[in-house]
């Protein structure tokens, strides 16, 4: 016996798949580890981001640097952003970014389907937006992006972002994102555990 009639199968495959898709980690499992989120203090002044683009195999297909400048007045902030890849084309994008009543961040670009929601729990911050997405080729395709930014310190963070479409995996963003002019981030461990592992070093000599 047909458990499902032919006409159904991709469709129930799709469905399957959407919800896969929709499953995931909410930003209150990080509530309570920090560094805290500071939106404004983080994407203001200049910045820099480094960053590859992967297919759904998880094989890269782009590279990219990001230059951006951030500015903010009386709560509300524009960030812009110039992007250069690795194949010499340059897009640029502004995003005009505040915070709702609900205390979400909202997110509006030229670009952006509607609004960019953004909630923020101890070191994350996660983004979920539609995005008509410009391809290499020259064509438009419209995805949604999950997009996630985790504070390694109050001036770096990564960004991992999944692109989907009808809740299928195409592909993923990853970037690692620094203000300029940040102090540099301390090496681990302090002065005592480095002589100890010289003294151990020397002892195997």
């Known amino acids: 016996m047909t458990l499902y009639p032919g006409r159904w199968r991709g469709v129930i495959l799709l469905l399957l798949l959407a ?4 499953c995931g980690v909410s930003p209150d499992a990080y509530r309570g580890q920090g560094p805290d989120w500071d939106l404004a203090r983080f994407f203001n002044g200049k910045l820099v981001a480094h960053g590859l683009v992967t297919d759904r195999s998880g094989e890269v297909t782009s590279r990219f640097r990001v230059e951006m400048v951030g500015r903010w007045q009386d709560g509300k902030g524009e960030l812009f952003e110039q992007f250069h890849f690795d194949d010499g084309r340059q897009q640029t994008r502004t995003w005009h970014l505040a915070k709702g009543a609900d205390g979400h961040w909202r997110g509006t670009a030229s670009d952006v389907v509607g609004e960019a929601i953004g909630k923020t729990e101890g070191f994350a911050l996660n983004w979920r937006y539609q995005l008509d997405l410009a391809l290499p080729d020259g064509d438009v395709v419209r995805v949604s992006f999950d997009d996630w ?3 390694l310190d109050e001036d770096r963070l990564i960004n991992r972002a999944q692109i989907s479409k009808f809740g299928i995996h195409l592909g993923e963003v ?3 994102i620094e203000r300029l002019g ?3 981030p301390a090496p681990p461990g302090n002065g005592s555990n480095k002589e100890t592992i010289d003294s151990h070093l020397l002892s195997m000599v």
């Open 182 to 184: 940040a102090t540099p």
């Open 174 to 176: 990853i970037l690692y």
């Open 19 to 22: 919800c896969l898709g929709g």
């Open 149 to 151: 930014m985790y504070l």
